[in-house]
């Protein structure tokens, strides 16, 4: 039995998924809230949002993710990044999940991935929970009804939490399972409520497809000056790093916070919503996004709640500190209703310290700035992956790792030629600790953050008066209007000036390790800026 507007030459039982309940096609966001009550999936918020816990995963889990070792990606996946999962043991998954779903109700949302018509990848997404079908409907790019008449998905992506696999049957590691097949484009999701598992498989399918297409998938937020799209600036980052706080910038259009391409045309959004983390959100310093916690339909996942009032505890991290709202673009007043933007004229590179080292803005060269994308430096937040529980100071190359199916150099390059042609300045900004390491110092204050950013945007920064950083061998301005000159320097933001300089000894130490494994496949005047 199916319900909803759907091409009715491309249902789930053309595609062999045969003999389930009820099969609910590209529902609204009212009938989806519906359908998640009724089936006590969650709890109705104020304003109509959706509160709704994921049990014991509230983060994503990488070491679960795999890529079906099949001919055709054998040569092109960067498989000491992607965990190889054998096609005959993808083909008993697939099998065992269609049978362990017969007989229950599904829900189908048919999206686009990419705001870009003619980049665009068209995505079926099943799901078990009608809230993980919000979900996804806030994530993606929505079709209008009347496309939804002939939508033909390039591929498809099933999500089944119930559905526990086997690691002996299946060849995974746990009963969770991510599995990615690009010959038989599907992505098989079991064992996980945490909704991120499903915008992220979407991002990784696009991470392999675009660069044969010589476009730049990246794992950045964007926005644009007012009324002028040319004057674009994109925000690299993991999560945790600031990237949808500092893109929602009041006085810029929002492009997207997350998922971007760069095309011979421009930078486009992957994404049709934003899914933003909620740990000590304030009206005040983040007034658009605080707000979006009281509109409609707005996924609040993972947060502790009032049980009478449904008022939200935003410092409260006891079920994580990974607690995240999901929400549709055009929740942010001013956010791009195109979702598109120029080449872009900044490059942000945002990395969250918790050594206390790097300084609040750093200019980078065309070579500093390859190398700062291959590193990754950053620190991973607590809560984003299982076992994260405090600040973990790692590298993740092209601010992604977890996204990334091929090597590196392919993003590297890709970036690098990008930057040759339409002449972007790069800057690398730390978000992370001032005064001291984690645990000793304290975090950057967001308002300094924003005012450097504020003139890099401008253009005032370039008339700065700047000091070469020992360490590093990147720019570091000596005053900016509006933020202490102490700041600036972050030696001078410690008691202790010996303790600095070990951590910032250690911390180049750690560059230097990271960096040897790209020493082959990088240009001499990359290879010049290396530190250490």
Wanted: aromatic share 10%; with cysteine; proline share 5%.
């Amino acid at each position: 039995m199916t319900h909803g507007r759907v091409n009715p030459t491309f249902t789930l039982e053309t595609q062999g998924i045969k003999d389930l309940g009820n099969v609910y096609y590209n529902d609204l966001e009212p009938a989806l809230i519906e359908a998640a009550i009724k089936r006590d999936e969650g709890t109705l918020g104020q304003g109509g949002t959706f509160l709704v816990s994921t049990g014991k995963h509230t983060g994503r889990s990488p070491k679960d993710k795999f890529v079906v070792k099949t001919k055709s990606v054998a040569d092109s996946i960067w498989w000491e990044n992607n965990a190889p999962m054998e096609e005959g043991a993808f083909d008993v998954l697939y099998q065992d999940m269609l049978e362990h779903m017969k007989g229950g109700d599904y829900f189908v949302q048919d999206l686009f991935g990419g705001a870009d018509p003619s980049q665009r990848l068209d995505v079926r997404m099943v799901t078990e929970l009608a809230w993980h079908s919000l979900f996804i409907r806030h994530m993606l790019r929505r079709p209008g009804r009347e496309e939804l008449d002939d939508f033909v998905p390039e591929f498809t992506v099933i999500n089944c939490p119930t559905f526990l696999a086997d690691p002996e049957r299946h060849g995974c590691r746990s009963e969770t399972v991510i599995a990615m097949n690009f010959d038989r484009k599907l992505i098989l999701i079991g064992g996980t409520e945490y909704a991120g598992e499903n915008k992220k498989s979407v991002f990784s399918l696009l991470n392999y497809l675009l660069p044969e297409k010589g476009i730049m998938p990246m794992h950045c937020s964007a926005n644009h000056a007012p009324e002028n799209p040319v004057d674009t600036a994109i925000f690299f980052g993991l999560s945790g790093t600031g990237k949808t706080t500092l893109s929602a910038d009041p006085s810029r259009v929002l492009i997207g916070d997350d998922e971007h391409g760069w095309s011979d045309r421009g930078t486009f959004n992957f994404e049709g919503g934003c899914y933003a983390k909620t740990i000590n959100l304030s009206a005040e310093a983040e007034p658009e996004i605080y707000e979006t916690t009281r509109k409609f339909g707005t996924v609040i996942e993972n947060m502790v709640f009032d049980p009478q009032t449904k008022e939200l505890d935003f410092k409260d991290d006891s079920l994580t500190a990974n607690m995240r709202c999901a929400y549709p673009l055009h929740y942010i007043s001013n956010a791009s209703e195109r979702a598109l933007g120029g080449h872009p004229k900044n490059i942000i590179m945002l990395t969250c310290d918790a050594f206390g080292v790097l300084p609040p803005i750093s200019r980078l060269t065309p070579a500093q700035a390859m190398y700062h994308f291959l590193s990754g430096f950053t620190s991973k937040v607590a809560g984003t992956e299982r076992g994260v529980t405090e600040p973990e100071p790692t590298f993740s190359t092209c601010f992604g790792a977890p996204f990334m199916p091929r090597r590196p150099e392919v993003y590297g390059n890709l970036l690098r030629e990008k930057i040759a042609k339409h002449g972007a300045t790069c800057w690398l900004v730390n978000t992370g600790w001032t005064g001291g390491a984690y645990g000793a110092g304290s975090r950057m204050p967001i308002s300094a953050t924003r005012t450097l950013l504020s003139a890099a945007l401008d253009g005032s920064l370039e008339n700065a008066q700047y000091r070469k950083d020992e360490n590093f061998g990147f720019d570091v301005p000596v005053s900016v209007e509006g933020v202490a000159d102490i700041l600036l320097d972050p030696r001078r933001t410690w008691d202790d000036s010996a303790s600095y300089d070990r951590q910032a000894a250690k911390l180049v130490a750690m560059f230097s390790d990271n960096f040897a494994q790209y020493e082959n496949a990088i240009d001499d005047d990359v290879r010049s800026v290396a530190i250490g």
